[in-house]
């Protein structure tokens, strides 16, 4: 092979790639969070349900703001219709279409057309979309949306620099995702007790493993007696389990430590800390002691790694072009090199 | 029109005007007439279904622009006419020529009115025109720039008259635009019309990229054998993005903003994740006040503060250089077949439009006598801005036009009405006769190369003579002829 010469990635654009990846991971998970709580409604109590989406996203604040109020229909037009409100689902990818606007150079122009399509799809998503049985369809469509991107970027995009941070970006927020999906378990209504219990627990966790692709592979290498703890640590940390956050730190781990050994990018230091943090998380702590002390926040403490890990990332490779990071920025990505240029000139 | 046309097209008039297909032409070959007929059999109909199968296309690829109205920005295709617009292979050479011919002249006057300026002195031009230019630069005074090239990339309007004869309609040397779509327009024709092109032999378009980072590359500072480039663009919000994007990509450069890059020490950075990271041409698509906020406007936020200052000290090439903007001026260019004579010693290739500069007491004159049969346009804009065709405006307007230009004749040109040539186009009745132009574009670095065909904008409104993109204009792909075939032509006693 010949020496290829380093044509040098942008900061701007490794975090742009970073966070297309994050948004784009976001909708996909935001539909498999919206469909299984679908699963979780029972009659009489649907409102409960959909707001533990709202809860499970730490959207309450946002959600009232929006002047939404608390029942299913509102909340399934919060994350579907509602642009205006940024983790829905058209925001998220609409936030993912102006960093794929500025990042075109770096892509494959099958990447861009699938989401120009894309887009357009779900910008056009009606609130009869929303209703009865063409809710889970709709979910299945944005779903296969963001697959048909990955499996088009999985083809198409040129493994340099910016590839790497277009996967440190997708296994960050899958980490998180699936965390969300999780907890979502847990605001889930129960009946009282008895048998009546058992089966309804059993019904969700199915769920829960549905959504998260992994109820087949789950049942080939679970004990026959059914245990909520053997599906946490399937969730969580099944080192084959693509969406678990076990797997995605690992690939996080290997991908750092590729960018500095093939290109010589020896800043992530602090990044590999963090990942060893989040590892020690992970497989170091007891699942019975998780579960005695509470899935909830032992979930939030992942998250909070997880954005740490992030921030780290940031500080490494992206802050070199703009001088002031904000904590903000942590959590919601550039969706347009915005802050960098005013509209000054048409 | 001949009769095989009639034939075909029995409903096709284009008038008085000439038509680029169906006038004849003797050295297009039996082009024409394939054409002609292959339009004629794939039938209406499905030559419909399949132009908007080709904008869906576009829509779906972004091949867009944004146009600006009431705050509001809507990202809009350029209508494409699925009916190309075909230039001979003479035809052609007298425009590769004239365009070369031109910018060689442009070159040359940037290089002498930012240095001696003999051409004001020996009394071709009047120096208030020059110096008094809102375009002139005077931070470019005695600064050389390397091989003389202050155009590197041109872009000049040409439109062909009722008789068949070319002329300048306008220079394009600041930061034109459009050239994505020549090359976009063919890969569309190839993907959705490739019947009508088979066994048709054109000039290729898809060198353009390689030109011009050529061109980038000869004019970077010192001798680096692989010189960083960059285009830099305004952003996302510029109505010419999608270009921006396309020509990073064709040239396989970075794209670049402002905040990407940084001076230090008078020179200039890209900030990539590993560090800084030396840039040593920059070709930027934007405008000379926005470029640097330490010399031009300091509200500028989209520019490199220090930029200037780096380019002076011989460390960074910009292109196209800063003051281009004075000779592309509506009021200059009455002057460029001068010009063209004053440097080369030669006659323009191809000649003006005659044009009446209000500045002068005889042309302001000349134009408030006839405003009902000219065309007046204000020197300072672009995008087709600010024209009035005297023969189509009522009366009321030409009073209004009249009050304008008197009150500031500095600002005015008027040219004749000319009968833009027309070309067959998909339109609501069929296809019927729409007027068009040409933009050539030429990349200079060293030599000039002129990209074969150019973008040939078509007024999509019966009777319009407007072709820009921003007033409804859209665009044909533009083919070149690789073969001569006058020389074909038994009559012309040419023997191969």
Redesign the interface.
């Known amino acids: 092979m010949t020496h290829m010469r380093d044509p040098g990635l942008l900061a701007r654009d490794a975090e742009g790639l970073f966070w297309m990846a994050r948004y784009l991971e976001r909708v996909e998970n935001m539909a498999r969070l919206i469909d299984v709580t679908q699963s979780f409604e029972s009659p009489g109590f649907e409102t409960e349900a959909w707001f533990g989406l709202i809860r499970i996203n730490a959207d309450e604040k946002n959600f009232l703001e929006r002047g939404f109020s608390a029942d299913a229909t509102h909340v399934k037009r919060f994350y579907l219709l509602d642009k205006g409100n940024s983790t829905s689902i058209p925001a998220s990818l609409e936030d993912a279409r102006t960093n794929a606007r500025t990042l075109r150079p770096l892509m494959s122009t099958e990447m861009w057309k699938q989401l120009n399509v894309f887009h357009r799809f779900v910008s056009r998503i009606t609130p009869e979309d929303l209703e009865g049985d063409a809710l889970s369809r709709l979910c299945t469509r944005i779903k296969e949306g963001v697959q048909a991107h990955t499996g088009i970027t999985q083809g198409t995009i040129y493994r340099d620099q910016g590839w790497y941070f277009y996967e440190l970006g997708r296994y960050i927020e899958r980490a998180d995702q699936t965390t969300r999906m999780l907890d979502i378990k847990f605001t889930a209504l129960l009946p009282r007790g008895g048998e009546e219990k058992r089966v309804a627990e059993l019904t969700q966790w199915n769920a829960i493993l549905r959504a998260a692709a992994g109820y087949h592979a789950f049942k080939r290498q679970a004990r026959a007696q059914f245990a909520p703890e053997d599906v946490v640590q399937f969730l969580l940390r099944d080192p084959s389990n693509p969406r678990s956050p076990l797997l995605c730190v690992r690939r996080i781990e290997s991908h750092l430590d590729d960018l500095r050994r093939h290109f010589g990018l020896s800043r992530g230091a602090e990044a590999l800390e963090r990942v060893e943090m989040l590892r020690e998380l992970l497989l170091e702590v007891k699942l019975s002691h998780i579960l005695a002390t509470g899935l909830h926040d032992y979930l939030d403490l992942v998250q909070i790694y997880l954005q740490e890990l992030a921030g780290a990332i940031g500080r490494a490779f992206f802050r070199d072009w703009r001088p002031e990071p904000t904590p903000e920025s942590q959590l919601q990505g550039p969706s347009s090199p915005s802050q960098s240029q005013t509209q000054v000139s048409a | 029109m001949s009769d095989i046309f009639q034939h075909l097209w029995p409903e096709y008039d284009p008038g008085r005007f000439f038509c680029e297909l169906t006038t004849p032409r003797a050295d297009a070959g039996p082009v024409p007439r394939w054409l002609a007929e292959r339009l004629q059999g794939i039938g209406l109909e499905a030559l419909r279904a399949r132009a908007s199968a080709a904008e869906t296309d576009l829509?779906?690829?972004?091949v867009t622009f944004t146009v600006?109205s009431d705050a509001t920005a809507i990202d809009r295709i350029l209508p494409f006419d699925c009916i190309p617009r075909v230039l001979t292979a003479p035809e052609w050479d007298l425009l590769e020529r004239a365009c070369a011919q031109r910018v060689k002249a442009l070159n040359l006057f940037l290089g002498d009115i930012y240095g001696k300026g003999h051409v004001v002195k020996d009394g071709i031009i009047p120096g208030e025109l020059v110096y008094g230019n809102a375009n002139y630069r005077p931070e470019m005074k005695d600064f050389p720039v390397p091989h003389g090239t202050y155009v590197h990339v041109c872009g000049i309007d040409i439109i062909r008259d009722e008789a068949g004869d070319f002329r300048v309609l306008e220079d394009n040397a600041r930061t034109p635009s459009g050239v994505s779509y020549v090359i976009e327009n063919r890969h569309l024709m190839l993907r959705t019309f490739p019947d009508l092109m088979s066994g048709i032999k054109l000039k290729p378009v898809d060198d353009y990229g390689r030109r011009l980072r050529a061109a980038m590359a000869e004019v970077a500072p010192g001798d680096n054998a692989?010189p960083?480039v960059v285009l830099l663009s305004?952003?996302?919000?510029?109505?010419a993005?999608f270009e921006h994007?396309f020509l990073?990509?064709e040239m396989?450069?970075?794209?670049?903003?402002?905040?990407?890059l940084t001076v230090e020490n008078d020179r200039v950075f890209?900030?990539?994740?590993?560090?800084?990271?030396p840039v040593h041409t920059i070709y930027r698509r934007?405008?000379d006040?926005?470029l640097d906020p330490e010399v031009f406007?300091p509200?500028?936020?989209?520019g490199v503060p220090g930029l200037i200052r780096a380019w002076k000290a011989g460390n960074v090439a910009i292109a196209n250089a800063v003051g281009t903007g004075v000779a592309d001026d509506k009021a200059v260019y009455a002057y460029m077949p001068r010009i063209i004579k004053y440097y080369l010693d030669e006659e323009p290739l191809i000649q003006n439009v005659e044009t009446h500069i209000c500045r002068e007491p005889e042309g302001l004159k000349y134009t408030l006598e006839n405003l009902d049969k000219l065309v007046t346009k204000p020197v300072g804009e672009s995008g087709g801005y600010g024209i009035t065709i005297g023969p189509r405006a009522s009366k009321e307007e030409l009073e209004k036009v009249r009050e304008t230009i008197s009150a500031d004749p500095d600002n005015w040109i008027s040219q004749p009405m000319i009968g833009l040539s027309v070309g067959p186009t998909l339109a609501e009745e069929g296809i019927g006769p729409r007027h068009l132009d040409l933009r050539p574009f030429i990349v200079t670095g060293k030599e000039s190369w002129v990209l074969p065909g150019g973008l040939s904008r078509v007024a999509m409104k019966r009777g319009s003579l407007i072709v820009n993109s921003s007033q409804g204009g859209g665009s044909k792909d533009t083919w070149v002829l690789a073969e001569d075939f006058s020389k074909d032509d038994p009559t012309k006693g040419d023997t191969p």
Not at chain 2, 252 to 260: N, S
Not at chain 2, 299 to 302: E, I, P
């Open positions: 829509i779906d690829l972004g600006y692989d960083q305004p952003g996302i919000y510029n109505s993005y994007v990073a990509r396989g450069v970075p794209l670049v903003v402002g905040a990407d890209m900030r990539t994740i590993s560090g800084l990271k934007l405008n006040d926005f406007r509200d500028s936020m989209l």
